[in-house]
């Protein structure tokens, strides 16, 4: 029967698309996501977290005549899906030959991990596969139907890209210092550090490399010798070697004319002066920016 599917999935070109889904909640705590295996002789995949898969009948049995396989990838790359029988009641067969699923290290059907019918719960399954994927491999004969089976999908060792203990970013003359200090690293590429003005548009004005993957505490500093006057936002993102990130929660400076160092001052037709001067100037700033000043 393997061989079946495996013909089927070369024929349509290996159909590669997201099974129907609609969410719902499992309890009161937690949402998961509703997954039904398929039977229509297509190979499908997803990706989650977290989710229940049904037999194609769902609440009712599961129909005859049926054929179908669903990959589950997990969401975090350093994460491996795991897969917890709930119910099972399947159409018996000393070899499991009418009605059966399989199941599979993998994206594939190379690492077989068992076929399955009756009514017996089957093991807990956790995918050893570098992508985390476990396949599932669904068929069902002409005859009788039952039940079918409900099977609780979760993520396994999922570690955070970084553990931060704080971020800080603190006003100094002409300067705003930014710290930030980690206890952990898991796959990390670089930080980049960005600054607004209103928290909703960002500028990148900094990027620190990561220090790839370590379990100690770590500080990193950068110096923005630019601020703007008033109030300042800046905050921090993680990004992995994989390119997927992480932002964290701003945080606020508030930079004083006081606060910044006047390098020059000229008045309105152009000349520097000094603090002698009398009338209207220029005061600019060693960040660049400049406001009229009456002396």
Not at 187 to 211: H, M, P, T
Request: charged fraction near 20%.
């Amino acid at each position: 029967m393997r061989h079946k599917i495996e013909n089927m999935v070369i024929r349509f070109l290996v159909v590669m698309t997201t099974i129907l889904l609609a969410a719902l909640t499992y309890n009161k705590l937690t949402a998961q996501a509703l997954l039904l295996m398929p039977n229509d002789g297509y190979w499908y995949t997803y990706t989650t977290d977290n989710a229940i898969l049904y037999d194609d009948g769902y609440t009712s049995d599961y129909d005859n005549n049926g054929l179908g396989a669903l990959t589950i990838y997990p969401s975090f790359s350093s994460s491996k899906i795991r897969a917890d029988i709930l119910f099972f009641d399947i159409e018996y067969g000393s070899t499991c030959s009418w009605d059966v699923l399989e199941i599979y290290d993998g994206e594939d059907f190379t690492n077989l991990m068992g076929s399955y019918c009756g009514t017996s719960i089957p093991p807990q399954f956790t995918s050893t596969h570098p992508t985390g994927a476990l396949t599932f491999f669904w068929s069902t004969d002409g005859s009788i139907t039952y039940p079918g089976f409900e099977i609780r999908i979760s993520e396994f060792g999922n570690a955070l890209p970084i553990d931060l203990v704080y971020f800080t970013a603190e006003a100094k003359t002409n300067k705003v210092e930014i710290e930030w200090k980690v206890a952990q690293e898991v796959n990390n590429d670089y930080f980049e550090i960005q600054k607004s003005i209103n928290c909703l548009d960002w500028e990148v004005i900094a990027r620190k490399d990561g220090l790839g993957t370590h379990n100690f505490t770590l500080t990193y500093n950068y110096i923005d010798y630019k601020p703007f006057f008033g109030v300042t936002y800046y905050r921090l993102k993680q990004v992995d070697y994989d390119g997927n990130y992480e932002t964290f929660q701003p945080v606020s400076v508030i930079i004083n004319r006081e606060d910044l160092e006047v390098i020059k001052i000229v008045n309105l037709m152009g000349q520097e002066v000094d603090e002698h001067y009398k009338g209207i100037v220029l005061h600019i700033y060693s960040n660049g920016t400049m406001t009229k000043v009456r002396q």
